[in-house]
């Protein structure tokens, strides 16, 4: 038996066409705009994905909307005026060149005026210092927000995922990075002046390797930051003629942490006084902007 509510809304047979053609009529009408829509939300990802790799910063302020927030793989919030500042020193400043960015499986759903966008994200990028470094690939998730204000789309919020690195290449990756910097050391201790460092560009090099927030314990407990390690070369006379590392091993954490553990054996000449000491030490290294970099370090002497 049918309701009273049924029977009072029932519709009519001779009605039913007509019914039938202005629900179609509607349906067809509402796709239409969503494809539209759709259509607009994407005409204007692709200038915002030119515009970010470009620091096109104009174009930036434009389409972030006030209340704008990024979150980052590491689950940071980050403003726009946060991230207006990060794009202004990259464009003036780059740490890093990208090589190429790619999205797939790009997702985008509107509702109103408000739109989600889901993608896959592969990034290739070199530090924008180096020549000779293999370039590092990214891979992720990302989720926008957007909603048309005023008559134009702004970007409200964006979320990244990064995909854990494969440990093989973090660990040979940190193992060159140890290669490269023991062959540096031996650069900078090799009887030049500091001025000669200077101009073959070593002491420049040694500042790209060591992490802004770099500290380093002596043997004695003596620490150093950055620029006092920098600094200290000015007055180092030491020489090494010979360095063997063993019992190497690396650890790594998350997507760009590494704990380094070794012996090191180091012989050469301090003021002209011959030395041969083995220490033990346990480096940290991080991966910022394309390359591996040292946060901390700490040796400890080993007794003969």
Known sequence: ????????????????????????????????????????VRGFLALYEKAVPSRDIAFLERVMGDDYVYSGPSGKMTTRAQALKYFKQQRDNPDFKSNSLK???????????????????????????????????????????????NGRWMI????????????????????????DYDALIRRLRSGRS??????????????????????RTTRDGQIFNK????????????????????????????????????????AGTNAGVPFDVTTRYTTTWAFYDGRWQITAGHASLVKP
């Open 1 to 40: 038996m049918m309701s009273r509510t049924f029977q009072k809304i029932r519709i009519p047979m001779r009605y039913f066409p007509t019914v039938v053609a202005l629900v179609a009529a509607s349906a067809l009408t509402a796709s239409a705009q969503n494809n539209k829509a759709e259509k607009d």
């Open 103 to 149: 999205h797939e499986n790009v997702k985008v759903h509107v509702s109103g005026n408000m739109a989600l966008v889901t993608n896959d994200w592969t990034a290739q990028t070199t530090p924008s210092d180096a020549t000779d470094v293999e370039p590092t690939t990214d891979r992720g998730r990302y989720t926008g927000v957007l909603e048309k204000r």
């Open 156 to 179: 409200i919020a964006e979320h990244d995922s990064e995909r854990i690195h494969d440990d093989k290449w973090m660990v040979a990756g940190v193992l060159k990075a140890r290669r």
């Open 194 to 215: 500091y001025s000669e460092l200077e101009q073959s560009g070593d002491i420049a090099a040694l500042g790209r390797t060591l992490a802004d927030e770099y500290t």
């Open 227 to 266: 620029a006092q390690d920098l600094e200290s070369y000015k007055t180092d006379h030491s020489t090494i003629t010979n360095a063997e590392l063993s019992e190497q091993n690396v650890r790594t954490i998350d997507n760009n942490a590494a704990i380094e553990t070794a012996k090191a054996r180091y």
